[in-house]
């Protein structure tokens, strides 16, 4: 990471790019930050889902240096929004005589926004099925980062609860957990001056719509809720937690739960964040993915990206009507 983009930048990235690199049947190499100034231990948060000798082990080996004649190259990463693609092009290396052309892969950072032309459009990546057989764009980002990283068991530094409580809560099978994510940007003095926001009010009322449209035959309900707003956060759970839910079924005493970290929710820019921000961040952003359900901010990709990692269900917040990931094109008749 060379920019000073954030967490879901990062991720959303990283999956294209290990898409593109197992294509072209390359090791894919990655660490967080500014090269040698980077404050980031990856390993204190994630660790390669296989062995050290694995093609999926991204840990730069130490001394590495990436030479061209050794057939090493670094990527060029386009972080200019407006003018970013759906798809991340093909590489000016790539033509290697013998090896099938490579295609160009899904941008997922983008993939619920209206920006531009960022839609990903059902007949986009039809070619990159020849390379990879069985490719699904709607799969593509969750299978990626399954297959390259699983969470270090030194995670829980950074949230004491991870292990002992949030996790086993989240995974209740008794439980419809719903992830909702606010940004409010750096609204900390607005929540604790008024509440909980506009923005914030407006999420939250569509969770207990999308609580009503799902077919509920859990016992309970969980909130995720996570926010760039400690103050926000602490809010909700005054609010909302162990409050009864009418679902209009034969279930009469659903409650629902608020979960929140103690992050300080540094999730957006910052080119050298600490350690214990990257972490909090990861965590966050990991746990939004943990759920049945997401409703998010729409300004906002840490949301969408998080559920793109479990290729769960996103509700915008605007109309809370569900995002539509591809997107079928319309043919104009004159």
């Known amino acids: 990471k060379t920019s000073s983009e954030g967490l879901s930048w990062f991720m959303s990235e990283l999956a294209s790019q290990y898409i593109m690199a ?10 967080y930050g500014l090269h040698q100034r980077s404050k980031i231990d990856m390993s204190q948060v994630i660790l390669p889902h296989t062995d050290s000798v694995s093609p999926n082990n991204w840990t730069v080996p130490t001394g590495f240096e990436c030479l061209e004649e050794e057939h090493c190259y670094i990527i060029p990463i386009d972080t200019n ?17 013998g090896r099938k052309p490579l295609k160009s892969v899904p941008r997922y950072r983008y993939a619920y926004f209206i920006l531009g032309d960022k839609f990903l459009y059902n007949d986009m990546f039809l070619d990159l099925k020849d390379v990879l057989p069985g490719f699904k764009v709607e799969t ?17 530094q950074f949230e ?13 099978p008794d439980s419809l957990v719903i992830s909702i994510y606010i ?18 009010q407006s999420t939250l009322d569509c969770a207990m719509s999308v609580e009503k449209l799902i077919s509920i035959s ?27 839910v009418d679902v209009g079924n034969t279930h009469s005493n659903i409650t629902r739960e608020i ?48 559920a793109l990692r479990s290729n769960l269900p996103v509700y915008e917040t605007r109309k809370c009507k569900q995002r539509t990931l591809i997107h079928q094109r319309i043919e104009k008749k004159h």
């Not at 809720?225 to 602490?234: F, H, I, R, T």
């Open 22 to 31: 197992k294509q072209a049947g390359c090791q894919l190499y990655f660490s």
């Open 81 to 97: 929004h407006l003018r970013s693609k759906p798809y991340i092009p093909v590489p000016a290396f790539s033509e290697v005589p």
């Open 140 to 156: 593509g980002m969750a299978c990626a980062l399954a297959s390259l990283f699983r969470l270090s068991p030194k995670v829980s």
């Open 160 to 172: 004491p609860r991870l292990f002992s409580s949030i996790f086993p809560k989240l995974h209740d």
């Open 183 to 200: 940004r409010t940007g750096k609204a900390d003095m607005a929540a604790e001056k008024n509440g909980i926001t506009l923005k914030g």
């Open 218 to 244: 859990q016992k309970r309900i969980v909130w995720m809720v996570v926010s760039d707003s400690p103050a926000l956060k602490q809010e909700i759970v005054k609010s909302y937690n162990n409050t009864s």
């Open 259 to 306: 979960l929140v970290t103690g992050a300080e929710g540094l999730h957006t820019k910052g080119a050298s964040p600490s350690m214990q921000s990257f972490g909090e961040a990861f965590i966050d952003w990991y746990l939004i993915g943990e759920s049945n359900v997401v409703v998010s901010s729409q300004d906002s990709t840490f949301g969408t990206t998080a």
